[in-house]
């Protein structure tokens, strides 16, 4: 029984090593890096043209650099990964080996997600030194400012990436092109961090002089229970303020990314079962 436990678990592992040297070799993910570091520095110039706050627009900056490269990853590296298996045919081998579909949804997922936390590692490094320069340069500017609520938002953000890279994983289950899966992550990204807003638009007295159809109103309560809340994530704001975020609510999202993570990887798994692969 344990023989058997231990061959499932390194042949996981070598899913996921594969997966993540797939990743490396990837041209997507050495352009991400660049751009982002050139965001990171171009914050050494544009923080000098400001007069005051200059704390809160370096945070800012160094936050949305990190944001945009694991945006980037998740959007070019992370979908070639799922849809290049199908579209060159090289999953026949994969399966071929002693693997099961659902082990091959769950290795590339942990794959891509390691791919992607060593990159946060790395960008949040490098945005720790750059925005470590502009306290020296700026010391004044500094004193409200937290290391630990920045760090916080850092981690908000994998969580993020972690739930968005589940539903890439998901929809390339269901569509063997990459453009459509594509289509679908970032409609997903964009109705996530938006369907909020929008619920308590409605829900406020200023909608009421726009009333919608009933129909409208159905899709919407619908799509805000069903699609993921990713506004949750974003704490720029809160980390830029130096405003504290308790540890409570950092367990609640992150209850909330592993649940919604897991439910879309059981349900890749099941889709991918059933699937027939030509």
Not at 31 to 37: N, P, V
Not at 94 to 112: A, D, E, H, M, T
Not at 172 to 187: A, E, H, R, V, Y
Not at 262 to 269: C, T
Request: glycine share 4%.
């Amino acid at each position: 029984m344990l023989s058997g436990e231990n061959n499932m678990y390194r042949k996981m592992i070598s899913l996921i090593i594969l997966s993540f040297k797939e990743g490396v070799r990837d041209r997507a993910l050495i352009g991400a890096g660049l751009f982002s570091l050139m965001m990171m520095g171009s914050a050494l110039v544009v923080v000098s043209m400001f007069m005051r706050d200059l704390d809160k627009v370096s945070v800012d900056i160094n936050l949305s650099a990190i944001a945009f490269a694991g945006l980037l990853l998740t959007f070019f590296v992370s979908i070639n990964l799922m849809a290049k298996d199908i579209d060159k045919h090289t999953i026949y081998c994969v399966l071929s080996k002693p693997f099961s579909r659902s082990q091959y949804i769950w290795g590339k997922y942990l794959g891509i997600m390691l791919l992607i936390f060593m990159a946060f590692c790395i960008l949040t490094i490098c945005s720790s030194i750059t925005i470590l320069f502009i306290k020296s340069q700026y010391e004044f500017y500094f004193k409200s400012f937290s290391w630990i609520e920045f760090y916080k938002a850092v981690y908000a953000q994998l969580l993020l990436l972690f739930l968005l890279n589940a539903v890439v994983v998901f929809f390339s289950t269901i569509t063997t092109s990459s453009f459509i899966t594509l289509l679908f992550s970032i409609s997903t990204y964009l109705a996530g961090q938006t369907i909020e807003e929008v619920v308590v638009f409605l829900k406020s007295k200023n909608a009421m002089d726009m009333p919608l159809s009933e129909s409208i109103n159905a899709i919407i309560d619908i799509a805000q229970y069903i699609l993921p809340n990713l506004s949750v994530f974003d704490l720029k704001v809160q980390s830029a303020h130096a405003i504290t975020i308790s540890y409570n609510y950092l367990f609640a999202i992150t209850s909330y990314s592993l649940i919604y993570s897991v439910i879309l990887l059981l349900s890749a798994s099941l889709i991918f079962n059933r699937r027939e692969l030509k």
